[in-house]
């Protein structure tokens, strides 16, 4: 058994060399034909090769401008409907002064980079979002602003009829440096319908967006959301058009899968997911995303928020070569009851009992120290 397991390795092994660029079916064959560990192992080579044995995160603060949305999709546990605008204390929009207070926490733990994502709301005008841009770059001149959804971006143009090149390009003169690469969820149509609204785009459209913006030199993330009704084929459809879209016109700097977080969902509430992603499905999932699109995409991220701190760990020795961030203020995850916290120092620490060096990036994978 053991003879013949490692004979399909040293295959696929071969087969990866000659020719990075596996096609979703070929993908599936080795997903069925390699024990997790195999496949691990496999990834973990890879990532030597691409990145080496360096694990990155940065020093990262969230502000989440607005929870009402428009969209109310049955996988978020963060919105509040915009028809109850007015009818409810559970939602909110920051004004310049939250904002200038949301700054100086970011201040105080040395933030490189501002995160901001909210919901679709229509109510805010886009100079709404060109002054707090503004705002934040006024109190620390020297961060990036990693801002929006593509979702986000689209939905927020389409409502003031803007197009996506002007919108973004109103945004940049603003102060936006790259884009977050979420709300991609998981682009098969069938999968979207159950766990999205129409309001959110499709994911061919997702796809085109990413390439508009890539186009006019903002890059930023790219992101999957599995674990809810998804099968396995699904997500390595979803992984090949991801990195099929960065041959095409390049522009993401990592690829994050997130682990979707069941608690206070629609669709848990709803009994269509009833249990998180197993483990074995996290660590199946970074390492399948590190050898279908590590050439492509050579930053591999496993966001500790939503897979936990040990499983986390697990991945960098199986695929995964950054841990997204500190993720300070996180309330999107947060409204699914995961407010797990860290340090610098404790990633750090994750990141060396793993037996691999930890450093502290910028937005765009910069090094910025070795601790
Ligand atoms: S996932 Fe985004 S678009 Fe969907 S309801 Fe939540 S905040 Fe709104």
Same mark, same amino acid.
């Given at each position: $058994?053991?003879?013949?397991?490692?004979?399909?390795?040293? !295959?696929?092994?071969?087969?990866?060399?000659?020719?990075?660029? +596996?096609?979703?079916?070929?993908? *599936?064959?080795?997903?069925?034909?390699?024990?997790?560990?195999?496949?691990?192992?496999?990834?973990?080579?890879?990532?030597?090769?691409?990145?080496?044995?360096? %694990?990155?995160? /940065?020093?990262?603060?969230?502000?989440?401008?607005?929870? !009402?949305?428009? /969209?109310?999709?049955?996988?978020?546990?963060?919105?509040?409907?915009?028809?109850?605008?007015?009818?409810?204390?559970?939602?909110?929009?920051?004004?310049?002064?939250?904002?200038?207070?949301?700054?100086?926490?970011?201040?105080?733990?040395?933030?490189?980079?501002?995160?901001?994502? =909210?919901?679709?709301?229509? &109510?805010?005008? @886009?100079?709404?979002?060109?002054?707090?841009?503004?705002? %934040?770059?006024?109190?620390?001149?020297?961060?990036?602003?990693?801002?929006?959804?593509?979702?986000?971006? &689209?939905? +927020?143009?389409?409502?003031?009829?803007?197009?996506?090149?002007?919108?973004?390009?109103?945004?940049?003169?603003?102060?936006?440096?790259?884009?977050?690469? =979420?709300?991609?969820? #998981?682009?098969?149509?069938?999968?979207?319908?159950?766990?999205?609204?129409?309001?959110?785009?499709?994911?061919?459209?997702?796809?085109?967006?990413?390439?508009?913006?890539?186009?006019?030199?903002?890059?930023?993330?790219?992101? $999957?959301?599995? =674990?809810?009704?998804?099968?396995?084929?699904?997500?390595? &459809?979803?992984?090949?058009?991801?990195?099929?879209?960065?041959?095409?016109?390049?522009?993401?700097?990592?690829?994050?899968?997130?682990?979707?977080?069941?608690?206070?969902?629609?669709?848990?509430?709803?009994?269509?997911?009833?249990?998180?992603?197993? =483990?074995?499905?996290?660590?199946?999932?970074?390492?399948?995303?590190?050898?279908?699109?590590?050439?492509?995409?050579?930053?591999?991220? @496993?966001?500790?928020?939503?897979?936990?701190?040990? #499983?986390?760990?697990?991945?960098?020795?199986?695929?995964?070569? &950054?841990?997204?961030?500190? /993720?300070?203020?996180?309330?999107?995850?947060?409204?699914?009851?995961?407010?797990?916290?860290?340090?610098?120092?404790?990633?750090?620490?994750?990141? *060396?009992?793993?037996?691999?060096?930890?450093?502290? *990036?910028?937005?765009? !994978?910069?090094?910025?120290?070795?601790?």
């Amino acid at each position: $058994m053991e003879q013949i397991q490692s004979y399909r390795y040293r !295959y696929w092994e071969e087969s990866l060399t000659s020719n990075p660029l +596996i096609s979703a079916a070929e993908a *599936r064959d080795l997903a069925a034909d390699l024990s997790l560990y195999d496949i691990m192992a496999l990834a973990n080579s890879l990532t030597s090769a691409q990145v080496g044995d360096v %694990v990155s995160y /940065a020093v990262s603060y969230n502000i989440n401008y607005s929870n !009402y949305c428009a /969209a109310s999709c049955p996988i978020c546990a963060f919105y509040v409907p915009m028809k109850i605008k007015g009818k409810t204390d559970r939602g909110y929009e920051l004004s310049r002064n939250d904002i200038r207070n949301e700054m100086q926490k970011a201040k105080a733990i040395g933030a490189t980079e501002i995160h901001i994502v =909210g919901g679709f709301n229509p &109510d805010l005008p @886009v100079e709404y979002y060109e002054d707090i841009f503004r705002l %934040v770059k006024e109190e620390m001149p020297g961060v990036t602003l990693k801002a929006l959804t593509i979702p986000e971006i &689209d939905f +927020i143009a389409r409502t003031h009829g803007l197009s996506i090149k002007e919108f973004v390009s109103r945004l940049r003169d603003a102060g936006m440096d790259a884009h977050t690469g =979420g709300g991609a969820e #998981i682009f098969d149509p069938a999968v979207r319908k159950v766990i999205t609204t129409k309001e959110k785009i499709s994911g061919e459209k997702w796809l085109e967006d990413a390439k508009i913006i890539h186009g006019m030199g903002i890059r930023g993330n790219s992101t $999957m959301t599995y =674990g809810h009704v998804e099968n396995f084929d699904q997500i390595i &459809d979803h992984i090949v058009k991801l990195r099929d879209n960065q041959i095409e016109v390049p522009g993401f700097l990592s690829f994050i899968p997130l682990k979707f977080s069941i608690e206070n969902t629609p669709l848990l509430k709803m009994g269509k997911v009833t249990m998180p992603a197993s =483990g074995e499905t996290d660590l199946k999932v970074i390492a399948m995303a590190r050898i279908i699109a590590g050439a492509y995409i050579k930053n591999i991220s @496993v966001y500790w928020v939503a897979v936990g701190k040990e #499983i986390a760990q697990i991945a960098l020795n199986g695929g995964g070569s &950054d841990l997204v961030g500190t /993720a300070f203020s996180e309330k999107i995850f947060g409204a699914t009851d995961r407010r797990d916290v860290t340090t610098s120092e404790e990633l750090d620490h994750l990141i *060396r009992e793993a037996g691999k060096i930890p450093a502290q *990036r910028d937005t765009f !994978y910069n090094i910025l120290r070795y601790p």
